[in-house]
Structure formats: structure tokens, C-alpha cells
């Protein structure tokens, strides 16, 4: 079955720059899409389309895309950024959806 | 607003089913697909399956096939999603989640519990 593939945990200061990647061998040829989700709460898109930012989204994330690899950059982190972000996209059918594996966002 | 809104935990024994209901408010439920997304305690999010609303057609995980069956009632904007021959391992909070161009917004969750 299709895996999508990210780093266990990323820790950063805040102000700093968190970068998150992804990698699936599908994705050249289906959209990525992001995801933070707070303990105890339901998952919020924070970006869709590879690189779009839906409305109420604060312009500190953003997101790229590169071959077999995406990634979601959170630029000037703050505390309240502290989350799991998961990827998502779909297998090359474009049948089946996945969920990456989940980082985990340290704000230190 | 656009909110769905799912029913409340469940509690079940294993080899039973369970039928978890997504209300739909604040768009047309028809124009877009719901998609069930499940996540036991202290694990990632796992994909189930995708209904359109309008046709009922389905897609299911090849994991769940077989034993889950999504579909909906347009006249009340609610789909369902429900899972069979459940397990100790179907244990989780199930998600519904509107689909179009990523899945947004996510229900609350609705906390299954099989024990015994």
C-alpha cells in the first residue's frame, strides 16, 4: 500500500523556522495537503494544494513542493504553533487517500 | 457557518456494529464528498473511505473493505459511516470530514470503544 513518509519530530526556538517534509512517490502527480491538529481536537487544513493557504490561516505557513517530496515551513513559529502536523495527498490512481505519519512540532 | 456534527461515543462489544451519523449544516450537503478518517489513542490519522452525497457512489481503504459501509440520507444532510465484525483494534475517534480540495472542515470525532 501507498506510504507517505515524514519525521517523527521537529523541534524549533520560537521565531524561528520549522520545515516539515514529506515524502511519497506519487506525489509529482497528486496534490499534498497539511493538516495541524491540538491534543484532544479534530485536524485543521492549513494547506491545500501543495502550496495554497486556505482563509483564516496565518501567513507564517506555507507550502513547496519538489519531486517526491513536499514541504511545510512554518516561518517565525510561534508557541501556540505547537502541534502534530500530518500530509496527506493520494496513491497515482488518485483512488485511494493517505495520511502521512505524523511530525510532531516542538516549540521550545 | 460550515460545521458537521457527529453523533455521541459509542461503546460496543466485539463482533458488533457500530453507526456513527455526520450532520451537514451551512452548504449544500450534495455538492461535496464526506470522508471518514479514524485515529486511535496516541496514533496518527488513518483514511477509511469517501462518499459522494449526491450519487452515493463510495470508495473504501482496501483495509476496511468489507466491513464498512458509508452512506446517507440527503433529506436530513447526514451521512453515515458504519463499521461490522468490530474489534478491540477499531477502537479510536472516528472522523467525518467534507472533501474538496483537502478535508475541511473535520467533525468533532466520535469516540468508539469495543471492549468486552
Known amino acids: 500500500s501507498y506510504e507517505l513518509t515524514q519525521p517523527p519530530s521537529v523541534s524549533v526556538s520560537p521565531g524561528q523556522t520549522a520545515r516539515i517534509t514529506c515524502s511519497g512517490d506519487a506525489l509529482p502527480k497528486q496534490y499534498a495537503y497539511w493538516y495541524q491538529q491540538k491534543p484532544g481536537q479534530a485536524p485543521v487544513l492549513v494547506i491545500y494544494?501543495?502550496?495554497e493557504r486556505p482563509s483564516g490561516i496565518p501567513e507564517r505557513f506555507s507550502g513547496s513542493s519538489s519531486g517526491t517530496t513536499v514541504t511545510l515551513t512554518i516561518s517565525g513559529v510561534q508557541a501556540e504553533d505547537e502541534a502534530d502536523y500530518y500530509c496527506q495527498s493520494a496513491d497515482s490512481s488518485g483512488t485511494y487517500h493517505v495520511f502521512g505519519t505524523g511530525t510532531k512540532v516542538t516549540v521550545l | 457557518q460550515v460545521q458537521l456534527v457527529q453523533s455521541g461515543a459509542e461503546v460496543k462489544k466485539p463482533g458488533a456494529s457500530v453507526k456513527v451519523s455526520c450532520k451537514a449544516s451551512g452548504y449544500t450537503f450534495t455538492s461535496y464528498d464526506i470522508n471518514w478518517v479514524r485515529q486511535a489513542t496516541g496514533q496518527g490519522l488513518e483514511w477509511m473511505g469517501w462518499?459522494?452525497?449526491?450519487?452515493?457512489?463510495?470508495g473504501y481503504a482496501q483495509k476496511f473493505q468489507g466491513r464498512v459501509t458509508m452512506t446517507r440520507n440527503t433529506s436530513i444532510s447526514t451521512a453515515y459511516m458504519e463499521l461490522s465484525s468490530l474489534r478491540s483494534e477499531d477502537t479510536a475517534v472516528y472522523y467525518c470530514a467534507r472533501g474538496q480540495e483537502g478535508f475541511d472542515p473535520w467533525g468533532q470525532g466520535t469516540l468508539v470503544t469495543v471492549s468486552s
Open positions: 462518499m459522494n452525497p449526491n450519487s452515493g457512489n463510495t
Open positions: 494544494k501543495d502550496s
